[in-house]
Every structure is written in C-alpha cells, then in structure tokens.
C-alpha cells in the first residue's frame, strides 16, 4: 500500500466558527466521496487557513465527522498579496492501492482558482463546485 496526497479547498462566507466547520465538513465529505477514501485509510491531514479565518480551528470538522484517530495539523497559510482569502485548505495523506493520477482533487466556492491546471472538462480527477 502506497500514501498518496489529496488535495482540496473552500472558502468561507463569514469569519464564524460554524461557517468555518461547515465549509470544512462539506470539502471533507467531498473528498472521501469523490475518492472512495474510509476514514482509517487517512494516514493524516494538515489543513491551512489564510489569516482572515482565525475563529475555528478546521480540524474540529474532522473531529466532528469521526476522525478521532486520525493525526490532524492547523496551520497558517503565507499571506501572499492578492492572494485567494477566506481560504481553508487541506492536504490528505491517504493509504491506498490507487495511482497518483487517481486521485481526485477538490475545490469549492471559488477555490477551482488555486489550480487553474486542473480544468475539469480535461481532467478526470478534478472536482469543483463553481456555488
């Protein structure tokens, strides 16, 4: 079994803890969906946040939906002028007997942005939800 990385990311509306929760939740449960992933074969997560969203910590969405054993990692993401903001992201390392080119990447609310190379019409492996 191989680890391959996963990645994803959202934004928020509002710098609250819910909607801080909610928006990692649904990126969460978007990316063991779309990647068939269960919770065990998560081997750990190291999610970012940009400086704007500092009411919640986003591993308390993962906690929430059961990843109680599974390490988790908040950090800050670098302030880049001009860059997205309200931005949480996430990098999942994940047990698998999957190709790296089978892994499908995540990005909602305005993230599709961050990877303009994965155009989703071209690209198989390439999830967004353009809400």
Known sequence: MTVRGIRGA????????????????????????????RIEDIASAIFSVTDDLNAEFPAVAARELGWLYTPLFCTLEIPVPGSLRSCIRVLLHVNTERRQDEMKHVYLYGAERLRPDLDSKSVDRFYTSKK
């Open 10 to 37: 959202t934004t928020a509306d509002s710098n609250t803890k819910s909607e801080i929760a909610a928006k990692t939740r649904e990126l969460l449960e978007t990316l063991v969906a779309q990647n068939g992933v």
